[in-house]
């Protein structure tokens, strides 16, 4: 039996495909390497001393995908194929829309198809929307996301929904991300979007190597204690082990359908990360407060109760490790 993770050489992909590994597993791991590089397979394998089965396709190429199916014993299947560049999304919500939704609609009818019901989606904390108190709660209606990226996650979310709904043989785990940064301590695995990051962490460290001059802290004047936004910072490492749990629960019981948040449910500011990036690294970031960015919200971060008491899942890793682990993979990239 084996798992099937799409988007398996991304960066959070990458990082559950070890988990799974450590844990004994069998995977088949897909990918078209459209936001990834060959490599990552191979330092998979280095880290975990383990081998699998790969192929390289799109995950909406049914014919492909048919053939993933024929050929393994796939029991169920784990989903990180996807764009997720909030501001790219808003400039392409058309290859957004059909990649991430069109696509998974491809991979829930092979699902169907070969009878392997079993399914965990990357979903993320942009589902709550704007409207709804912090912290969030599983049990909160989902609102209106701010991006196509967002919406994506939505309209999956209501898909699989009534998927359930339909057929009740179906086990299926929402986990809403918040934001994942770190990498894994061998130095091996890291995020490495292309061009100029829009992300917080990917900036910080370009900054600190020297690529990029200085941070923008986007807004310093919101209602926050040090005026920045609050974000709920998990550990990719961390979050790699809540689909492991989340997978073992679909295996144990007949679960239905369920959501659990992905936080610690502690909130930093952007300050906070610059300046523990800094003590825990001693690199310098320079920084300058710019104006706001367009669509961010003053603060959010998870009650992260409901995945600790269902899942046994608590995140371990420190902002410290979290920091200190994403300059180290930056730190290898230049060496090799
Ligand atoms: N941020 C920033 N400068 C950057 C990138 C991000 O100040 O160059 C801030 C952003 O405004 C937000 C936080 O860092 O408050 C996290 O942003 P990111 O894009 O990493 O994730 P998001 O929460 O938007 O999904």
Same mark, same amino acid.
Request: proline share 4%.
């Given at each position: 039996m084996s798992v099937l993770v799409t988007g398996g050489a991304g960066y959070i992909g990458s990082h559950t495909a070890v988990e799974l590994l450590n844990q004994g597993r069998d995977i088949v791991i897909i990918d078209d390497f459209s936001n990834s590089k060959p490599e990552v397979l191979e330092n998979i394998r280095k880290i975990t001393g383990k081998d699998f089965k790969f192929y390289q396709i799109d995950y909406s190429d049914r014919k492909a995908l048919e053939n993933v199916f024929e050929e393994n014993n796939i029991d169920s299947v784990i989903n990180f194929a996807g764009f997720k560049a909030v501001g790219e999304s808003t400039k392409k919500p058309i290859e957004y829309y059909i990649n991430n939704v069109s696509g998974a609609l491809v991979l829930f009818d092979t699902m169907r198809k070969y009878n392997v019901k079993k399914f965990v989606f990357s979903s993320s904390a942009t589902v709550y929307g704007e409207k709804n108190p912090i912290p969030y709660v599983e049990t909160m209606e989902t609102g209106k996301a701010s991006s196509p990226y967002g919406s994506t996650k939505v309209f999956i979310e209501q898909i699989l929904e009534d998927i359930y709904k339909?057929?009740?043989?179906?086990?299926?785990?929402?986990l809403r991300y918040f934001n994942p940064i770190g990498s894994h301590e061998s130095g091996l695995l890291g &995020? &490495?979007?292309q061009g100029i990051p829009n992300n917080l962490m990917p900036y910080i460290v370009r900054v600190a190597c020297g690529q990029l001059k200085e941070l923008s802290v986007f807004?310093?004047?919101?209602?926050?204690? +040090?005026?920045?936004?609050?974000?709920?910072?998990?550990?990719?490492?961390?979050?790699?082990?809540?689909?492991?749990k989340a997978l073992e629960k679909l295996e144990k019981e007949r679960s239905g359908i369920f959501t659990y948040n992905l936080g610690t449910g502690v909130g930093y500011s952007v300050l906070d990360v610059v300046k523990t990036f800094e003590k825990s690294t001693g690199q310098k970031v320079a920084y300058k407060i710019a104006d706001r960015r367009a669509g961010d919200l003053p603060a959010f971060y998870a009650n992260a109760t409901k995945a600790k008491e269902e899942l046994g899942w608590i995140p371990?890793?420190?902002? &410290? +490790?979290?920091?200190?682990?994403?300059?180290?993979y930056i730190e290898m990239r230049s060496k090799s």
């Open positions: 339909s057929d009740n043989e179906w086990d299926i785990a929402l &995020e &490495e979007p807004g310093g004047d919101y209602d926050t204690p +040090d005026g920045t936004c609050i974000r709920d910072y998990i550990h990719v490492v961390d979050l790699a082990k809540g689909h492991i371990e890793k420190t902002l &410290e +490790d979290m920091c200190r682990d994403s300059w180290h």
